[in-house]
């Protein structure tokens, strides 16, 4: 399984952005996405996990209301749609896979594949 992440950028407090991630090397619908981030000097931290199906998703409390995560099989693409966006939301963003969804989807070790991360940059 590969996985590719793009869409990051520089933007001010308060704008939006949507990264994206594109799976190959396996069946995309087989398989839980999420994604995390990583600020200089900080500890990988989750952001947002979706189901197989697309209905279940969670997210990290830091991110909760602002971003919403999606995929479409048909195209084999995670999304992380990013708004209203923070100072502190400015991070390296990794999109990660694993088959199956268990309570622990918030930890990093339980991850099977990552993707190159794409960083985000927010300032005025």
């Known amino acids: 399984v590969q996985l590719q992440a793009c869409g990051g950028g520089s933007v001010q407090p308060g704008d939006s952005l949507r990264l994206s991630c594109e799976f190959s090397?396996?069946?995309?619908?087989?398989?839980?996405l999420a994604w995390f981030r990583q600020a200089p000097g900080k500890d990988r931290e989750f952001a947002a996990a979706?189901?197989?199906?697309?209905?279940?998703?969670y997210y990290g409390d830091s991110v909760k209301g602002r971003f919403t995560i999606s995929r479409d099989d048909a195209k084999n693409t995670v999304y992380l749609q990013m708004d209203s966006l923070k100072p502190e939301d400015a991070a390296v963003y990794y999109c990660?896979?694993?088959?199956?969804?268990?309570?622990?989807?918030?930890?990093?070790?339980?991850?099977?594949?990552w993707g190159r991360g794409t960083e985000v940059t927010v300032s005025s």
């Open positions: 990660a896979a694993r088959r199956w969804l268990n309570d622990d989807y918030m930890m990093v070790s339980k991850y099977d594949y």
């Open positions: 090397g396996g069946r995309f619908i087989d398989y839980v």
């Open positions: 979706v189901s197989w199906t697309g209905v279940t998703k």
